[in-house]
Nanobody
Framework: QVPLVESGGGSVQAGGSLRLSCAASGYIYNTDCMGWFRQAPGKEREGVAT???????NYADSVKGRFTVSKDNTKNTLYLQMNNLNPEDTAMYYCAAEWHRGRCSGDSMRIDAYNYWGQGTQVTVSS
């Protein structure tokens, strides 16, 4: 199992920015999909942003225009740039990856498509 380690979370005021990182101990150039998911207290985990093997990116409607997902294969790291944060973005953010070809491409916001998950990093946005 390839560990995924998230970092970059923290507390910010509304309107602020954070950049999350997800470092993998193995290669990520050959992933089928990688993505960011979040879970707020009392709510189900939801997809935030994903990137597929062909470079296709997907975003939840609530973050479109504010968040950007990217990855650096040379650093084996996935990123999530989050701008104009609001209190509704407060949650634990998880990185996920899947290497099995065809498992998640085309439907990468589906949580059960991923076999590898990080431990999460907390993002708190105050008003």
């Amino acid at each position: 199992q390839v560990p995924l380690v998230e970092s970059g979370g923290g507390s910010v005021q509304a309107g602020g920015s954070l950049r999350l990182s997800c470092a993998a101990s193995g290669y990520i150039y050959n992933t089928d999909c990688m993505g960011w998911f979040r879970q707020a207290p009392g709510k189900e985990r939801e997809g935030v942003a994903t990137i597929e093997a062909d470079g296709t990116t997907n975003y939840a409607d609530s973050v479109k225009g504010r968040f950007t997902v990217s990855k650096d294969n040379t650093k084996n790291t996935l990123y999530l740039q989050m701008n104009n944060l609001n209190p509704e973005d407060t949650a634990m953010y998880y990185c996920a990856a899947e290497w099995h070809r065809g498992r998640c491409s085309g439907d990468s916001m589906r949580i059960d498509a991923y076999n590898y998950w990080g431990q999460g990093t907390q993002v708190t946005v105050s008003s």
